[in-house]
């Protein structure tokens, strides 16, 4: 059974940090693209950073470029997000998303963390 599992969300002021991880099992992340998503009350589900399964190339919503960093540790099968300069925009649940074109089986969904920047 393939399960991703979020954590690492939380209460944090504007210009705060917080570092969320995506543990896998059932899968091994290094062979999936893994993304991350969120989204905002009453709003669609937003594309926030990929890392590829390939090359390991990130990419990231223009919202996000230069604050966001994903990552991945093979060796703990965990996909982390480290924000940084968080504003209160960026305020949602964040989830954990891993495709694979080669691999049978997925996407899968991980449940989701909520995020929230406020003073």
């Known amino acids: 059974q393939v399960q991703l599992v979020e954590s690492g969300g939380g209460l944090v002021q504007p210009g705060g940090s917080l570092r969320l991880s995506c543990l896998a099992s059932g899968i091994s992340v290094s062979r999936y693209t893994m993304r991350w998503y969120r989204q905002a009350g009453g709003k669609e589900r937003q594309l926030v950073a990929v890392?590829?399964?390939?090359?390991?190339?990130?990419n990231y919503a223009d919202s996000v470029k230069g604050r966001f960093t994903i990552s991945r540790d093979n060796g703990e099968n965990t996909v982390y997000l480290q924000m940084n300069s968080l504003k209160p925009e960026d305020t949602a649940v964040y989830f954990c998303?891993?495709?694979?074109?080669?691999?049978?089986?997925?996407?899968?969904w991980g449940q989701g963390t909520q995020v929230t920047v406020s003073s």
């Open positions: 998303h891993a495709d694979s074109a080669v691999v049978t089986g997925g996407p899968y």
């Open positions: 890392i590829t399964a390939v090359g390991g190339r990130t």
